[in-house]
């Protein structure tokens, strides 16, 4: 059981900038990935940003050069620098824990990000 809460979502302008913040808690592995992935109104759950354990990451072409995915080790918690935002990032960002071996992914109740252009 991992409980998974988000923070920092909201409405920007197009070239503005957010950080989300996810905190997990409850029982957390030693080999697992936390990331973000976001779902735009009326199109599929996509994945922005991830990061492991180990500290690899993954990006979303989309996204590649503008945001930044962190992590505070000792806190359990997963930081989403987004820069230079466009009004195609609008769309709710859930946060994601995914237990690797065996893999079983946990869900935040999602945040919500709007670029106006």
């Known amino acids: 059981q991992v409980q998974l809460v988000e923070s920092g979502g909201g409405l920007v302008q197009t070239g503005g900038s957010l950080r989300l913040s996810c905190a997990a808690s409850?029982?957390?592995?030693?080999?697992?990935?936390m990331g973000w992935y976001r779902q735009a109104s009326g199109k599929q759950r996509e994945l922005v940003a991830s990061?492991?354990?180990?500290?690899?990451?993954n990006y979303a072409d989309s996204v590649k050069g503008r945001f930044t995915i962190s992590r505070d080790n000792a806190e359990n918690t997963v930081y989403l620098q987004m820069n230079s935002l466009k009004p195609e990032d609008t769309a709710v960002y859930y946060c994601?824990?995914?237990?690797?071996?065996?893999?079983?992914?946990?869900w935040g109740q999602g945040t919500q990000v709007a670029v106006s252009s």
């Open positions: 994601n824990y995914a237990n690797l071996f065996p893999r079983y992914d946990y």
């Open positions: 409850g029982s957390i592995g030693s080999i697992y990935a």
């Open positions: 990061i492991s354990s180990i500290g690899s990451t």
